[in-house]
């Protein structure tokens, strides 16, 4: 670092060196949506495979009962949350297929966009 007479030359060496600095962001830029509804409550299902950022996912409106999401092994017993009718749940993951549901119904499902 050179030596500094004042301020307005340290406050000029610090933008300096702050925009030389580079940033690499995780996942994608693109920008998707997608929906799944669940075949058969009772077993966790996949998402579709998406590099991403995030994924926000929304139980649809015509839900009757619960969507669980979670990984795995997500059931209507062992879930990380869990969304009624339109609720809405944004997640940051690598990749969307990170991300199981299940359902209380069988035909009922989510919405979800990422980014």
């Known amino acids: 670092m050179a030596v500094i007479g004042n301020l307005s030359d340290l406050v000029i060496e610090v933008v300096t060196n702050v925009l030389a600095m580079r940033v690499t962001q995780i996942g994608s830029d693109d920008f998707g949506h997608g929906s799944h509804d669940v075949t058969a409550a009772g077993t966790a299902e996949q998402l579709a495979t ?5 994924i926000t996912i929304t ?9 669980y999401i979670g990984d795995s092994t997500v059931s209507d017993s062992s879930f990380g949350t869990f969304l009624r ?3 809405s749940v ?8 990170m991300i199981y549901i299940d359902a209380d119904n069988d035909g009922e499902g989510i919405v979800y966009y990422y980014i």
């Open 90 to 97: 944004t997640i940051s993951v690598v990749n969307t297929d």
């Open 85 to 87: 009718s339109s609720d």
């Open 50 to 54: 998406q590099s991403c950022r995030e």
């Open 59 to 67: 139980a649809k409106d015509d839900n009757s009962g619960k969507i």
